[in-house]
């Protein structure tokens, strides 16, 4: 009786021991000291992953100032006046149409990386939206409720683990990599609506060159004006706005791939 | 006898560790709380701030950056986003960068924050890396029902919580900055660096937005 009764007692005693242990909380149970930190830098995850790979930089460094001079004797200006002259209202119809002229490639993309359902949210919306919303000036899928994310070849090729080559910094375009700038380049000779080189609709004009003009042009000015805020924080307040552009492009393009 | 002995034991076993489970469920999901209730406080307050129709531009300013500075462990940051190049410093010159590091985060980001008149701040999931905790919140602007996605990185240093990072539509600002900076010390050494921090903290102080 007396043995069944230690040995019950010994276990109980054990156990309440291990219920009231509390568990090691590294960063408030001691000053930090060197070694803690050090310990925390090595255990910080990033993000995402980014690698900089970056052969070029001497020719890309030297692109990015011609931008740079591009930019701030023209480009900027008309991104500004185009701000100031037009009512944000009558600007996000602009976006609303431009973005639903992508949706096509981004709903291909998305099946080719087997996201059905990101696929065919993005295709309805481009349904919706072109033909309820006139011409994809409204964004009626939007208001249902319908969400996806925009899909490229470059993210599919990331996807699939093709590695992002070197980072480039194109005249006009900007940053790149160049898997991205290979994926860019075939979308838009693919897509129905700009060249449509694989003759979709039996036709391979389905749209005239100076829509594709106008539109791309459209598009620039669009997505430098979404930029103004952001590119003048940089330039203020970067001490290498080349470094800035380069490590922020490369972990949103990471996101975008991871997502 | 040995039987009745070994159920009471496997009885008294799973006990204790249903008890050690839940009580270590318990005490990380507290944390989290304790993590999600700390993030929305700051945004919250922050936007308070920016709304706050009776303070002059300067006055926002000013409250911000005090803000900003009771809520980030600027030691911390300036140490990570050097990396690698701070151990190759001077204690000076390790004492110079960790106070000019703290005035060019705080009058850089705070004034920013003061355009933050949004509608509403709230954390949607925190989540435990490591010694980390992630914040994973959304801002919804006046002017739009998108909201933009913005994460907090933060650590729980002496029982105080601390913001490290803000995430920004899946782009870190210290791991920006340390690509930055690295760069930039890289090329042009770091006696070079810290006179061109100095020289911009000084132009932020005098820099009224």
């Known amino acids: ?259 | 006898m040995i039987k009745k002995t070994l159920s009471k034991f496997i009885l008294v076993f799973f006990f204790c560790s249903s008890s050690i489970a839940s009580s270590m469920a318990f005490a990380q999901s507290s944390e989290e709380s304790e993590v999600k209730i700390f993030i929305e406080n700051v945004g919250n307050q922050i936007i308070n701030i920016a709304n706050e129709k009776t303070l002059s531009e300067a006055k926002k300013r000013e409250k911000i950056i005090n803000e900003i500075d009771k809520v980030i462990d600027s030691e911390w940051i300036a140490k990570f986003v050097l990396g690698k190049n701070y151990k190759n410093l001077t204690d000076l010159q390790k004492k110079e960068f960790i106070q000019l590091y703290r005035d060019f985060m705080i009058n850089t980001y705070g004034p920013k924050f003061k355009n933050y008149n949004g509608k509403k701040f709230s954390v949607n999931e925190v989540e435990k890396q490591s010694s980390f905790y992630i914040a994973r919140g959304e801002f919804l602007p006046k002017d739009s029902n998108e909201p933009i996605l913005t994460d907090f990185r933060v650590k729980k240093k002496d029982g105080k919580l601390y913001v490290l990072d803000f995430i920004a539509e899946g782009i870190s600002l210290i791991e920006t900055q340390r690509s930055e900076f690295n760069a930039s010390i890289d090329n042009e050494g770091a006696e070079v660096f810290l006179k061109n921090l100095d020289s911009k903290v000084k132009k932020l102080k005098t820099n009224k937005k």
Request: aromatic share 12%; hydrophobic share 35%; proline share 4%.
């Open chain 1, 1 to 259: 009786m007396s043995k069944k009764f230690l040995l019950t007692f010994l276990v109980l005693f054990f156990c309440s021991a291990l219920c009231h242990a509390k568990p090691q909380n590294y960063s408030s149970s001691r000053l930090p000291t060197q070694k803690n930190e050090d310990h925390e830098f090595e255990s910080y995850k990033p993000v995402t992953t980014v690698k900089i790979s970056d052969p070029y930089e001497k020719i890309n460094r030297k692109i990015f100032a011609i931008n740079e001079t591009f930019d701030r004797y023209f480009f900027e200006h008309v991104a500004k006046t185009y701000r100031k002259t037009v009512p944000n209202p009558a600007r996000k119809l602009v976006r609303n149409f431009l973005s639903n002229l992508s949706l096509p490639i981004s709903a291909v993309n998305s099946f080719a990386q087997g996201k059905i359902d990101n696929g065919l949210a993005t295709f309805s919306t481009f349904l919706i939206n072109s033909t309820l919303g006139v011409g994809g000036l409204f964004n009626i899928a939007q208001s249902k409720g319908i969400t996806y994310h925009f899909e490229d070849l470059g993210q599919t090729l990331g996807y699939y683990n093709l590695d992002q080559g070197s980072f480039l910094m194109l005249p006009i375009i900007g940053p790149s990599t160049t898997r991205d700038f290979s994926g860019w380049a075939i979308d838009k000779a693919i897509n129905p609506l700009s060249f449509n080189a694989l003759e979709i609709g039996g036709n391979h004009d389905l749209v005239d060159n100076q829509f594709i003009i106008a539109t791309s042009s459209l598009y620039s000015i669009d997505t430098r004006e979404s930029l103004i805020d952001i590119i003048d924080d940089i330039r203020q307040d970067s001490f290498d706005p080349y470094a800035t552009i380069r490590f922020a492009y490369l972990q949103k393009r990471a996101r975008e791939i991871q997502k």
